[in-house]
C-alpha cells in the first residue's frame, strides 16, 4: 500500500478539490494468498477512503500471478456525470468505445524528479522541486489510514459478501472484480480461504486523529514509540 501504492494515490489525490486534505472514513480488506511465508502485508487488497466532500478513492492490489495475469499500474478517474477515464481513454457516459486523450506534458522542473529534489535541498528552495512535503503527507496519510483499518480487521469467509460497503454500489463493483479475478483467474478455493476484513474506521483530518469507536485500538497505529535514545525532533526544532 505505502510503496508503490503511495505514489498512485498520490496521483488520485490530483483529482479531489484542493481543499481536500484527508479523508474523514476509511476502510480495507484483502488477505495474503499462496505465498507461504512469514510476510503480514496483503497481496490481495481492496480500499475505500471517503472525504468530506463525498469524494472517494479507491485503492486495490492484485499481485498474485496465473496464466492471464493482466498488469496495470495506472489510475482510473470516474465522475459524477457518468464520464471515465481508464487506460488513457475517455469513455462517455454509456459509451463502449473510449477516445484517445490530448494531454500536454507536465511541467517538470529542470532536472527532472530526482534532479530538481536534490538542487532543491542544495539551495534551500523548496519552490525547486515538482512536489512538497505537504502533498507527500497527504498522499501518506491516506494509505496508512487504510493499513490501519486492514491490520484491525478479522477474518470472514472468502465470498463477495466479505465487504461492507452498505449501499456503495461503486465500491461493491470495483471489490467484485477484485475477487472475481481472485476466485476464478487465481483460483482460490471457497472452502478454507478468508479475507481479512477492517472497519470503518472515522478521522479528523484537522487534529490527524482517528475517532468514534475503533479510536483507541487505531490512534495507536499512527505511531510506533521511539525507542530510548532516539526521539524526531518537533518542526520547530530542526
Given at each position: 500500500?505505502?510503496?508503490?501504492?503511495?505514489?498512485q494515490?498520490?496521483?488520485?489525490?490530483?483529482?479531489l478539490?484542493?481543499d481536500?486534505?484527508?479523508?474523514?472514513?476509511?476502510?480495507a480488506?484483502?488477505?495474503?494468498?499462496?505465498?507461504e511465508?512469514?510476510?503480514?502485508?496483503?497481496n490481495?487488497?481492496?480500499?475505500?477512503?471517503?472525504?468530506?466532500n463525498?469524494?472517494?478513492v479507491?485503492?486495490n492490489?492484485?499481485?498474485?500471478?496465473?496464466?492471464?495475469y493482466e498488469?496495470?499500474?495506472?489510475?482510473?478517474?470516474?465522475?459524477?456525470?457518468?464520464?471515465?477515464i481508464?487506460?488513457?481513454?475517455?469513455?462517455?457516459?454509456?459509451?463502449k468505445?473510449?477516445?484517445?486523450?490530448?494531454?500536454?506534458?507536465?511541467?517538470v522542473?529542470?532536472?527532472?524528479?530526482?534532479?530538481?529534489f536534490?538542487?532543491a535541498c542544495?539551495?534551500?528552495?523548496?519552490?525547486?522541486?515538482n512536489?512538497n512535503?505537504?502533498?507527500a503527507?497527504?498522499?501518506?496519510?491516506?494509505?496508512?489510514?487504510m493499513?490501519?483499518?486492514y491490520r484491525l480487521?478479522?477474518?470472514?469467509?472468502?465470498?463477495?459478501?466479505?465487504?461492507?460497503?452498505g449501499d456503495?454500489?461503486?465500491a461493491y463493483e470495483?471489490?467484485s472484480?477484485l475477487?472475481?479475478?481472485?476466485?476464478?483467474?487465481?483460483g482460490?478455493p471457497?472452502d478454507?480461504?478468508?479475507?481479512?476484513v477492517?472497519?470503518?474506521l472515522?478521522?479528523?483530518?484537522?487534529?490527524?486523529?482517528?475517532?468514534?469507536?475503533?479510536?483507541r485500538?487505531a490512534?495507536?497505529?499512527?505511531q510506533d514509540k521511539?525507542?530510548?535514545?532516539?526521539?524526531?525532533p518537533?518542526?520547530?526544532?530542526?
Open positions: 500500500m505505502n510503496n508503490q501504492g503511495t505514489h494515490l498520490d496521483v488520485a489525490r490530483w483529482a478539490d484542493k481536500q486534505t484527508h479523508p474523514v472514513r476509511v476502510m480488506l484483502g488477505g495474503r494468498f499462496q505465498w511465508d512469514q510476510g503480514e502485508t496483503p490481495t487488497m481492496f480500499a475505500i477512503a471517503e472525504y468530506p463525498d469524494q472517494q479507491f485503492f492490489v492484485r499481485n498474485v500471478n496465473y496464466e492471464g498488469r496495470q499500474v495506472e489510475n482510473e478517474y470516474y465522475f459524477e456525470d457518468g464520464g471515465r481508464i487506460r488513457d481513454l475517455y469513455y462517455a457516459k454509456g459509451s468505445e473510449g477516445t484517445p486523450l490530448n494531454l500536454p506534458d507536465g511541467q522542473t529542470p532536472g527532472g524528479n530526482w534532479g530538481s536534490v538542487a542544495r539551495a534551500g528552495k523548496p519552490e525547486m522541486a512536489g512535503v505537504v502533498e503527507h497527504n498522499a501518506c496519510v491516506m494509505g496508512h489510514l493499513n490501519n483499518s480487521g478479522t477474518k470472514v469467509p472468502f465470498n463477495k459478501k466479505a465487504g461492507r460497503f456503495n454500489a461503486d470495483h471489490f472484480t475477487h472475481g479475478v481472485m476466485n476464478n483467474g487465481v482460490l471457497q478454507g480461504t478468508e479475507y481479512t477492517g472497519p470503518w472515522t478521522f479528523d483530518p484537522e487534529k490527524e486523529r482517528h475517532t468514534g469507536k475503533f479510536a485500538k490512534n495507536r497505529l499512527l521511539n525507542r530510548k535514545g532516539f526521539k524526531i518537533s518542526a520547530k526544532r530542526v
